[in-house]
C-alpha cells in the first residue's frame, strides 16, 4: 500500500510540475538519440544534457509560478557576494567533476575559468547589463576553488 501511496505521490507531483518533467524526459530522449547517432557521445556528456534540461525547466517553472513570462525581464535580486561565492563553489565542484570525467580535468578547469565570461558577454548582448569584469574574475575563481575543493575531498590526505 505504502509503494502505491508514493507511485500516485511522485504522479501528481509530476503533474504540478509538468514543465521540469518534460524537459527531463526531452533531455533524456534527446541524450539516447545522441549517443545513437554520434560515436563520441558518452553516457557523461548525456547526463549533463538532461541536467541542462531539467535545470530549463525548473527556470521556466519558476518564472511561470512567479507570474513572469519566459524572456520578462526582471530586476536583479541583490545577493551578497559571499552567498554568490558558495553557491558558485557548489556548481563548480558538481560541473567540474562531469566535465573532468568527460573532457579530462585540464580541460574541465578552462571551461569553469572561461564560463563567468561567456556567460557575461551573452548577458549583455541580451540585457543590455555589462558586469563588472571583478564580479566575473571572483565568479570565476569560485567556480575553480569549488573544482579543487572536489580533488581535495577525493585525495587520501582528508581527515
Known amino acids: 500500500m505504502d509503494e502505491l501511496i508514493s507511485l500516485l505521490f511522485g504522479v501528481v507531483w509530476a503533474l ?17 538519440w545522441l549517443s545513437q547517432r554520434i560515436d ?3 553516457g557523461y556528456m548525456g ?12 527556470l521556466w517553472q519558476g518564472r511561470t509560478s512567479a507570474g513572469l513570462g519566459l524572456i520578462e525581464r526582471v530586476p536583479a535580486p541583490k ?36 564560463a563567468p565570461y561567456v556567460v557575461g558577454g551573452i548577458r549583455s548582448l541580451a540585457h543590455d547589463v555589462r558586469p563588472g569584469v571583478g564580479f566575473l574574475t ?13 580533488f581535495l575531498l577525493l585525495s587520501d590526505r582528508w581527515p
Open 79 to 114: 545577493i551578497s557576494a559571499p552567498v554568490v561565492f558558495l553557491g558558485l563553489m557548489v556548481v563548480g565542484l558538481f560541473w567540474g567533476g562531469l566535465l573532468s570525467l568527460v573532457f579530462g580535468s585540464t580541460t574541465a578547469a578552462a571551461v569553469l575559468a572561461s
Open 138 to 150: 571572483m565568479c570565476a575563481t569560485a567556480l575553480l576553488v569549488g573544482f579543487g575543493l572536489l
Open 40 to 42: 563520441g557521445f558518452t
Open 16 to 32: 504540478v510540475l509538468w514543465r521540469v518533467s518534460v524537459l527531463a524526459i526531452a533531455g533524456a530522449i534527446a541524450s539516447v
Open 47 to 58: 547526463i549533463g544534457l538532461t541536467l541542462a534540461f531539467v535545470g530549463f525547466g525548473v
